[in-house]
Every structure is written in C-alpha cells, then in structure tokens.
C-alpha cells in the first residue's frame, strides 16, 4: 500500500496530535466544540446504567463525539478493541458488557492518555482491560482477533484512514462489527498538502 505521507509528515502529524492530547489528559475543557465529561455523556445517549455510578474523577475526562455503542451491540463473553481509546472510558463500558469471560484492548498513540486510562479503570477496580501504545495504522494485533471495535473521535485524526480501515478488517473476525463515532469535514479540504498538516486540527 503506498504511503500517503511521507515518514517526516507523518511524524509531524502525530507530534500535533501528542501534544494536543497530552494537554487533554490533564483537562479537556477548552479544548473542544462540544460538550465533554458527564455532560457528553448524557447528550451522546450512553446506558444511565453505565454511566449514573461512574465517578467524577473519571467521567470528567470524556471528549468523545458521539456514541460508538448505538451502532450495534457487543456480546458478553467477546473480544473488543476500542480504536484510538483515549482515556478509556468507552473501553470501560465495553469491559462491562463482555464480562469477566470478555476482554477488551484499547489502543491510543499517546502515552499520557494511556495513563490516565490506566488510573481511570484502577480507580474502578475493572480486570479485564489492557491498554497499548501504538498507531492505527499498523495494529499490533493477530488477523481475526475481535467481535468487535469500537472507535470515538479518532478515525479523523488519523494520517493514512485507507491503511488503518484496512488493519481494522484484518483484526476483526468474520462477521465482526466495526462501531465507529467520528467528525466529519463539511467544508472543502485544503488542497496544499503542507497547508493541510500544519492545520491538522482545524
């Protein structure tokens, strides 16, 4: 498959996106158009049961743009991989729905999200979830691995989206459910490719 970018673009991509998402793992008000932390949550429609208990100290970080959930249903007992995870809340509910005999991965590119993912499913005694550093793009995972994934917000913000859909459906098992929540731009794209990665986020 031929690459989109080439290595330094896509390095200066993805150094835009840490350093964006290093600063949202800390606090993500003010860094969106949209409401985030609980009220996200209840505009976006998630279970109350899975939401109405979940503590402030986690809920507050949620920055999802819609609700990869409603898009079909995960089954106790699966294999889930949540896509781009962020600080995990969407992988939490997921951990719930599969059970203790279901696992779920979640896989993010930047470490500080990783972090507060990790402190997120601590705080609520979850076992049944793992998180990775990677890209989406080159997934780290066996073919047919997954029921599921599930993805919220991270689609877009992906450099090469053709090589990473196609890691998806490499992972997924036959039949497997592909759940994704995403923005997508309305307006024109910005036909310089240099104008475009320096804007990356606009």
């Known amino acids: 498959m031929e690459d989109l970018f080439t290595s ?61 959930f409603s898009m079909g249903k995960i089954k106790e007992g699966e294999t889930v991989l949540d896509l781009g995870c962020g600080v995990g ?30 402190k997120n499913v601590q705080i609520l005694g979850i076992a049944n979830v793992s998180f990775i550093e990677g890209s989406a793009e080159k997934l780290d995972f066996p073919k047919d691995s997954f029921h599921s994934v599930i993805s919220n917000g991270a689609i877009n913000l992906i450099p090469d989206k053709k090589r990473a859909i196609a890691e998806v459906f490499r992972v997924l098992k036959p039949n497997g459910r592909f759940m994704v929540a995403d923005q997508v731009l309305t307006d024109r794209i910005e036909k310089d490719l240099k104008a475009r990665i320096s804007t990356w986020f606009q």
């Open 89 to 118: 809340i969407d992988a939490v509910f997921a951990a719930k729905i599969v059970g203790s005999k279901g696992k779920v991965f979640g896989v993010d590119l930047v470490p500080e999200m990783l972090d507060r993912a990790k």
């Open 8 to 68: 330094e673009e896509n390095e200066q991509i993805q150094s835009q996106i840490r350093d964006k998402y290093r600063k949202v793992s800390l606090n993500p008000g003010g860094f969106f158009n949209y409401p985030t932390g609980r009220a996200g949550l209840e505009i976006l429609g998630y279970d109350p049961s899975f939401t109405s208990d979940l503590p402030d100290e986690v809920s507050q970080f949620y920055c999802g743009v819609g609700n990869p």
